[in-house]
């Protein structure tokens, strides 16, 4: 089944890693093994790019900037939309890659892929709308308005757990505002962003764009050398709270721009006043879908006093019930972790809250089975367990309780990360109070659905350790540009603002 898929996408058993229009072949790099997380088995190899490779992806991404950003916007949302309608016909092959290569269930794999067809939809209505505003002038005979230009070429580092949507966030955006991209994808993940880049080369073909929509495979001493690297006026990185910290301090020091998506500790409050029903669905999903491997995922419980025994005894019995298995089958809704690592992490985090006073309820092993297999867990917690201040990032949950609402939204704000953050209430009140500023710190915020699960028509990303970032929806393309403020004098004299004299 999954060679025929590879044959389909035109993947080889050793596929070169690094594309800026040709491909280069062979690159100079590191050989990435691809492995398939649900039997730990390889799938293909990935040849990474060299230090000097991905110079020369960066050269072209320069080089063809200066084309691009020449051309009318809704024209490069033409190269776009030719990206999206590719998607679109190999949704199910790229979304059972994904399924293949990081584990996300069927539907997990196809929504992803999804996500990115929205994302270029999206794009293609965004290249028609990249509005200035006009400001009104305090001198006669002026106009003031702000234009936004492209910033110039945009380095793209993504992690592993949406090897795909996350570029397109980026991409899709970037490219209609008229920047051009080197993209340096996890190396857990490097056939889907090969896979990707074949579908883009051969959407664009013909439109004389080489160059704009560049591929690097590497690890973290290519991002390194993004980071560092004045050819690139914003590099937008998605991955974990210490690649923010390392990455973030080098593009400081050369005065670049980053734009962070970094990791989250994400919270639910489950009101006495919420419909138990809906409350129990939305937890489930937040916590579980994606094997607890969402930068949404739902990690932390805060559930009133009087309704925790009941509410986690039904959770409890849904964990059971859920099926964990090969991502591919229908009914399986908890696929594999990425790695080994990724299972010693999360049975290393549930001996430390053992240890920390935390009560196993359900859950706390690895499966028996070849690949990466847990099973989801619900650990009872108290909020002073330092392990519940970590992002561990496998479908662990901590339950808390508390007894009143402002004891619920302390607890909830009191992590590093500002992510992602839900209540389920009926109460108004209780729902108003979390979305106000004394409520969540997040940059998302949501009622009466979990944490996880964002559409891309709003913008994307959280506050605090987070990193601040917002990519996706709203207006967050503002990001991929230069604004320019822009006063024009069509009067015969020359007024000064603030009333400044300077007579000759
Ligand atoms: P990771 O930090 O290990 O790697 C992410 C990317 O950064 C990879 O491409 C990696 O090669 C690169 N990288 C790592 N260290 C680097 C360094 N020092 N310099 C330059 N590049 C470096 O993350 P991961 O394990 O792939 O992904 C999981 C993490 O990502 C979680 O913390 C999750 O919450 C977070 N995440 C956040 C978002 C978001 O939008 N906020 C989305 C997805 C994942």
Redesign the pocket.
Known sequence: MFDELLERLGLRDRHPGVCSGPWSDPPGGEEIVSINPSTGEPIATVVGGSIADYDAVADRAVAAFKRWRTLPAPRRGEAVRRIGQALREHKDDLGMLVTLEVGKIRSEGLGEVQEMIDMADFAVGLSRQLYGLTIASERPGHRMFEQWHPIGPVGI??????PVA?WSWNAMVAAVCGDSMVW?????APLTSVAVQRLVNRAVEGMGIDGVFGLCV???D???R??EDDRLPLIS???????GR??APVVAARLGRSLL????NNGIIVSPKANLDLALRAVVFAAVGTAG???TTLRRLIIHESIADGFLDRLASAYRSLRVGDPWEDDVLVGPL?SEQAVASMLDAIEQAKAQGGEVVCGGNRLDRPGYFVEPTLIRANPGMPIVRK?T?APILFAMTYSDLDEAIALHNDVAEG?SSAIVTDDLREAERFLSPEGSDCGIANVNIGTSGAEIGGA???EKA??GGR?AGSDAWKAYMRRQTCTVNFGGTLPLAQGVRFDL
């Open positions: 580092i993504s992690a592993f757990n949406f996350v340096k994808p996890s190396p857990l590497g690890g973290a290519l991002g390194r993004m980071a990185a998605t991955g974990s709270v210490p690649m390392a990455i998506e970094l990791g989250g491997q969402r930068c990425i992002e990032f992510l994307f990303g959280g987070t990193g990519e």
